[in-house]
Nanobody, 124 residues
């Protein structure tokens, strides 16, 4: 059974930092794509970033480029999202998502597996 479990959400002041973790199990981590999405109240789910485990390539939405960094720890089958210079507009539920194959775009439908989500709240 594939499982993705997120950790690390919380409340932080604007300008602060948080690190989210996504622990993956049940699929071949080295061949996967692991991504982060977020969804704010009343808004559609938005792609944030993903890492391709086959070659380590990383991709970011323009809204977080330069502030967020995605990385992975093979030994722990865990992907991290380091979020710096947080803004109030980053407030959302953050979801970890996985695909067992390369993805062709950042549509949520490209990802087969989802975590339960973790709340990130940035206060002004």
């Amino acid at each position: 059974e594939v499982q993705l479990v997120e950790y690390g959400g919380g409340l932080v002041q604007s300008g602060g930092s948080l690190r989210l973790s996504c622990a993956a199990s049940g699929f071949i981590f080295d061949e996967s794509v692991i991504g982060w999405f977020r969804q704010a109240p009343g808004k559609e789910r938005e792609w944030v970033s993903y890492i391709s485990r086959s070659d380590g390539s990383t991709y970011y939405a323009d809204s977080v480029k330069g502030r967020f960094t995605i990385s992975s720890d093979d030994a722990k089958n865990t992907v991290y999202l380091q979020m710096n210079s947080l803004k109030t507009e980053d407030t959302a539920v953050y979801y970890c998502a996985g695909s067992g194959t390369e993805v062709s775009n950042t549509d949520p439908e490209e990802f087969d597996y989802w975590g339960q989500g973790t709340q990130v709240t940035v206060s002004s």
